[in-house]
């Protein structure tokens, strides 16, 4: 069976622990925006974008190799987290470092903006320490991540609460989301020794192994940040702070259901991996499969949202932040050609093909900033709104058929959105 139990149960404990945090979540950063205001909304955004920006350089690309590798050496696997650890714990501390001196020039007459995403990138280095997360996808094993994330995103909302009813200041608020890494990041260690999980050892071998085969990553999802942020940044810029906070309104909306793809993507992951090593078939039909799954249940998302982007906006930011609402209807709708991307690079990575992300994702980023150079001016969030669904569907769609050595990709895509493939595989049927 395609999607047999393990993926079905994995991703059940993922997608349930995800909705309940999300809706914690939707009610905190409800209260969050209207106590903060759109300006300091904004700042805080504008900060989480900063930040973002130093993720692949603290990653390294590790993450999108981690399964694969542990897949392939289970025998290894403490050294290979260990290692991967290290390596990235180094390079956050030196990002966190870079942030600080950057955020000094581009904001020196600002000492709050400068504070708050001081404070903010803290985030990065236990991120570091959140690689240990890829072993229990690897096993099958997420329900414990799953558990763990929601009770360490309840700690920090009864935080956040605290904040709120004490009327603490900015600076406190941009702190918090490194106490949920932090909490998540000590016990999922605790619970993989627990579960027998190898000690953690260090091989520089090792990281040169590792390095060699995830360096591809770091250009390309550096490329993948630029078009994923650079549009706040250029809103402040351009705008001012208030707008930022609008424009991450729309944006927090339109991610409402984004936990649910990226479960089904991570769960997906190993048993992609399993299937080449039986036969490239099983492979590809998994990997259509996935495709499928993830077209269908984004569009569907993204028409709702649409239709009741209004009432939405409303009812978690207020009538402070209408100026949210169209930008959402458009943005809403680069979910699907967003998560195309993370499916393809499943088979980009199975298929060794990682020397390509960089033109794909320089490509997407150029793109992305030429547009929002001549959107934003004219017609403000909106104008980053549509730039966002453009790029996303210029870089995972239209790419892919220019490139030819990856173009086999889109054929999944379209094999995978056949109405009858789907349903055939879904109820365990035989499909072509």
């Given amino acids: 069976m395609l999607l047999n139990n393990k993926i079905v149960k994995n991703a059940s404990w993922i997608i349930g622990c995800k909705i309940a945090q999300s809706l914690i979540g939707l009610v905190i950063s409800m209260m969050t925006a209207r106590y903060l205001g759109p300006s300091n909304f904004g700042i805080i955004n504008y900060a989480a974008s900063l930040t973002t920006f130093a993720v692949p350089l603290v990653q390294l690309g590790l993450t999108n190799i981690m399964v ?8 290894k696997e403490g050294e290979i987290l260990g290692t991967s650890i290290l390596m990235s714990s180094i390079s956050a501390i030196i990002c966190v470092l870079g942030l600080f001196a950057v955020v000094s020039v581009l904001n020196a007459d600002e000492k709050t ?19 240990t997360q890829y072993w229990f996808q690897a096993k099958y094993l997420s329900k414990y991540t799953s558990i763990v994330s929601f009770i360490a995103y309840i700690v920090v909302a009864l935080y956040k609460i605290f904040l709120l009813v004490t009327h603490k200041s900015i600076f406190w608020f941009a702190v918090s989301n490194s106490f949920d890494f932090a909490l998540i990041a000590f016990s999922i260690y605790i619970i993989y020794r627990k579960k027998g ?15 060699a085969k995830s360096h591809y990553y770091i ?8 078009f994923a942020q650079i549009d706040r940044v250029m809103i402040k810029n351009m705008l001012g702070n208030a707008e930022v906070g609008f424009y991450s309104a729309a944006l927090t909306c339109a991610g409402l259901a984004s936990f649910v793809f990226a479960a089904l993507i991570d769960s997906f992951r190993p048993s992609v991996f399993e299937a080449l090593k039986n036969s490239k078939e099983e492979f590809e039909k ?4 996935l495709y499928g799954i993830v077209v269908y249940s984004s569009l569907s998302f993204s028409l709702i949202l649409t239709l009741f982007a209004s009432l939405v906006v409303g009812i978690l930011y207020g009538d402070a932040y209408t100026p949210s609402v169209n930008a959402l209807r458009c943005a809403v709708w680069f979910t699907t050609f967003s998560y195309l991307g993370a499916v393809r690079n499943i088979w980009i990575l199975a298929e060794n093909k990682q020397k390509y992300l960089w ?6 980023a150029s793109f992305n900033v030429i547009l929002n150079l001549i959107f934003i001016p004219y017609w403000g969030i909106v104008g980053a ?12 769609v239209i790419i892919n058929h220019i490139i030819s050595p ?6 999944l895509m379209i094999r995978g959105m056949n109405p009858v493939f789907l349903f055939n595989v879904i109820f365990n049927k035989h499909a072509n």
């Fill in 68 to 75: 694969q590798e542990m897949v392939n050496n289970p025998e």
């Fill in 219 to 226: 250009v390309s999802s550096m490329m993948v940040v630029i």
């Fill in 385 to 396: 709104a549509l730039t966002s669904v453009a790029t996303q569907f210029f870089t995972n």
């Fill in 197 to 211: 999980g190898q000690p953690f050892q260090l091989s520089f071998v090792t990281a040169k192994r590792l390095f």
């Fill in 286 to 289: 998994k990997m259509s499969t």
């Fill in 406 to 411: 990856i173009r086999h990709s889109n054929i």
């Fill in 359 to 364: 033109i794909i994702n320089l490509s997407g």
């Fill in 113 to 131: 903006t400068i504070i708050v995403c001081v404070l903010y990138s803290t985030i990065l280095v236990f991120q570091a320490m959140e690689l």
